[in-house]
């Protein structure tokens, strides 16, 4: 990685697993470690607990895509060519390592509910999105495999540009426990503008994507972030496309005028919390799902497949995990080496 990128992360508060893995705390996992805190919206549609989330990214310094609306700062390696990608194993370890430094700095504050710090701890769900696109990673099943093996549920978000990759996934039964693929644009127009892929044929791929979705055995959410004046209306468009792939799930999620997307958009291109959720009911006209839930801090509609069951599975809770955690994590360096300093950082949720 760039070294003059790496220090921006890290000022962001991020931490690094391996030499392309990023690893940060979550606003939500943050705000959820308090005492009567709370989880983010995917606690309140899934079941996900925010203060056991462990949100981080394999590739944290690659995206193909520069779209207009990412709030995370696009200063990108501009290809992943000819890279010595990380050995999974060491790139889990080491995110679980870097959850666990960060964490440390909760540790004992006044706000902080000891007994959830000890569990956070011991993260039960990873959150694969974070930056870059994670399926450029290509050993990215057998990382998913190696978090289930250590009882945790993941998610996957992508931006659908590797169809092939997520066949290797479906191929080595090493698909996530629920897999997000962005679709921020009805057509190919827009989504040339809007989401700025960086090679030809993108818009294809997404749709090659799209019909793989419908066959694959996890969980699957189609995610909309809307721009006002840019991809909100043309329900057809979507309904079309959400056909295509017939997901569990469709979020439909406002932007949110922060970070660097300032640079790029106006403040007018955030959708009200009420244009938000008539999109969602406009486009539920069109297909099977239903309207279920909102979240306004999150500024996100659900709607689901009457056939889908919107509880997460619990990742197991026995002893099983290698992962040696006392509650004295902030002194000290636990087995896999672990040691403690405090980061607070705030970002909008993946
Ligand atoms: S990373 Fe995502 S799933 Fe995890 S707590 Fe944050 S918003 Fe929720």
Redesign the pocket.
């Known amino acids: 990685m760039r070294e003059e990128l790496e220090r921006l992360l890290e000022k962001q508060g991020y931490g690094f697993a391996g030499d392309h893995g990023g690893v940060k705390l979550?606003?939500?996992?943050k705000e959820?470690l308090k005492e009567g805190g709370r989880?983010?919206?995917?606690?309140s549609f899934y079941g996900?607990e925010?203060h056991r989330?462990m949100?981080m990214t394999p590739v944290v310094d690659y995206c193909n895509f520069r779209c207009l609306y990412c709030w995370r700062s696009q200063d990108f390696d501009t290809s992943p060519n000819g890279r010595v990608w990380d050995d999974p194993e060491e790139l889990f370890e080491d995110s679980v390592n870097e959850q666990q430094r960060l964490m440390s700095g909760y540790k004992g504050q006044d706000v902080t509910d000891m007994e959830k710090w000890v569990k956070a701890n011991r993260p039960k769900?990873v959150?694969i999105?974070l930056n870059g696109e994670p399926t450029v990673y290509p050993y990215l099943a057998d990382f998913i495999e190696m978090c289930h093996d250590h009882d945790m549920t993941t998610?996957v978000v992508t931006n659908g540009s590797f169809p092939d990759q997520i066949r290797t996934l479906a191929e080595e039964d090493a698909l996530p426990t629920q897999l997000y693929v962005s679709v921020d644009a009805p057509n190919e127009e827009i989504f040339e503008k809007l989401c700025v892929p960086m090679n030809g044929g993108a818009w294809d791929k997404l749709n090659e994507t799209l019909k793989l979705v419908s066959d694959l055995d996890c969980r699957t959410v189609a995610r909309h972030t809307l721009v006002k004046d840019w991809n909100m209306g043309h329900y057809d468009e979507y309904a079309d496309l959400i056909e295509k792939a017939d997901p569990d799930f469709i979020e439909c999620k406002g932007y949110v005028y922060v970070g660097y997307s300032r640079q790029r958009m106006k403040e007018e291109n955030m959708p009200t919390y009420s244009e938000i959720r008539q999109h969602a009911n406009r486009l539920a006209e069109r297909i099977p799902h239903t309207y279920e839930a909102d979240r306004e801090d999150s500024r996100v509609s659900l709607l689901v497949h009457p056939d889908a069951e919107r509880r997460i599975p619990k990742a197991a809770d026995e002893e099983l995990d290698p992962i040696d955690v006392t509650d004295d994590v902030s002194v000290g360096v636990n087995e896999n080496g672990a040691g403690g300093c405090g980061t607070a950082c705030g970002c909008a949720?993946?």
């Not at 979550?26 to 996992?29: A, K, N, Q, S």
């Not at 989880?39 to 606690?43: N, V």
């Open positions: 979550c606003h939500w996992t959820d989880s983010c919206y995917k606690g996900v925010s989330c949100q769900h959150a999105s998610m949720s993946m």
